[in-house]
């Protein structure tokens, strides 16, 4: 088998009390870049999300944007916010609660099929807020039997955060009996049970971007992707990248659907040549970050719940990342009310978030090859035997769609929720007639 160490850069582990904590990531034996970063987000004990509850943060009060003169106003709210807590960052949902959860629910019942009770399961349910909006919605606009026979379910991989959604769901006793949390791995196909053939919805808002991805190498343009994994150097101190030949089905697969190898076949010969002239002369690692953990939840949501529909919101691009690669994520850790960027994803050892960003169009790959429909040998422009309806929108589109966007308009017409988050889309996928 080939393998490569790679020399730098190195991690001290030596360097705080807290990073000793790293033993438990990196062990003897070296671990896939996904397994590292799956145990510095949810180790249960020392992950970011497992020991630090208010990594989300949640606001006492919804803002009162008619009362804000514009964006100035908006921001020094927001800077006043963040220095009075030590929270790493507010998701949207939270920012302009009730209204963007009320959209999400809005778009349900737009399409849901109320002949069967309606059933949601939301992945990573935060502080609770997109819940309790969604089930105050539902029961203030849909049919009482709707609002009566609906079940919500949130599976929640932090202990903490399941307790805190509890508390906010709770706020209102009606959902009380409605409600329940479920504390587990999403992407764990052995605590699902069962298969749920009854229609449902999934909502999973920014969790792809802080699902474990893996990373794969190329010492040139034309060298053979292998894949990375993390070690620990023999002076016990210190981690490093190790290079091995492709050979995780996980990767496999994600390479395959990603067809990051097209180049092996649809190249002329001449054309070859001259890249494989030009890498010797000017060599040019590649680095290509790969959701792995996106591939595996979706294979497990589709296995268990094959009539789902699927709302996801994320990320579609992130500024300013310093760690590098194709889809390289932000590290960043916020210390003394001030937030900073690690230059390394090793640097993570539970006290920073990891996130990525989303490449909606690979998602939506994804999301029909786990339906059984887009294989990677297949024929990808054909809609025949299409097992899934889909749409992306940007933020602003699904929200003036579904939305009550002067909720959240200031004096001056400035809309934070319509015009502060260009870099986030939403992603719908239904199940088709093609469904069994």
Known sequence: MLTRTLKLPL?????TTKALYSTHIVGDKPVLVRDFIHSALYHPLHGYFSQRSRSVGVLPNSIKFNQLQGRKAYLRYLDNI??????????????????????IAEAIMRTANFSVPLKIYEIGGGSGTCAKGIMDYIMLNAPAKVYNSMT??????????????????????????KFRVECRDAADRSQWGHVEQQPCWVIMLEVLDNLPHDLIYSETQISPWMEVWVERKHDRETLSELYKLLQDPLITRCVEIMDLDKTKT??????????????????KPRRCWLPTGCLKLLEVLHGVLPKMSLIASDFSYLPDVKIPGEGAPLVSTKKDGSSSDYENYMEAKGDADIFFPTDFRLL???????????????????????????????????MEEFGLPTKTRTKDGYNPLLDDFKNTKFYLSVPTHNIK
């Not at 903490?160 to 706020?171: D, F, I, Y």
């Open 11 to 15: 991690i001290s582990l030596a360097s």
């Open 364 to 398: 939506e790959q994804m999301d029909h090859y786990c339906s059984g429909w887009l294989k990677h040998h297949g024929d990808h422009s054909s809609k025949k035997g299409k097992k899934r309806r889909t749409i992306m929108l940007e933020t602003s589109s699904f």
């Open 152 to 177: 919500y379910t949130s599976v929640e991989i932090s202990p903490s955060l399941a307790e805190v959604q509890k508390e906010t769901v709770g706020e209102v006793r009606s959902h009380i009996p």
């Open 82 to 103: 963040y220095k009075q807590s030590d929270i790493s960052w507010f998701t949207p949902v939270e920012l302009f609660k009730p209204w963007y959860a009320h959209a």
């Open 266 to 283: 649809t190249q002329s010969t001449a054309v070859s040549t001259l890249k494989s002239i030009w890498s010797k002369v000017y060599p």
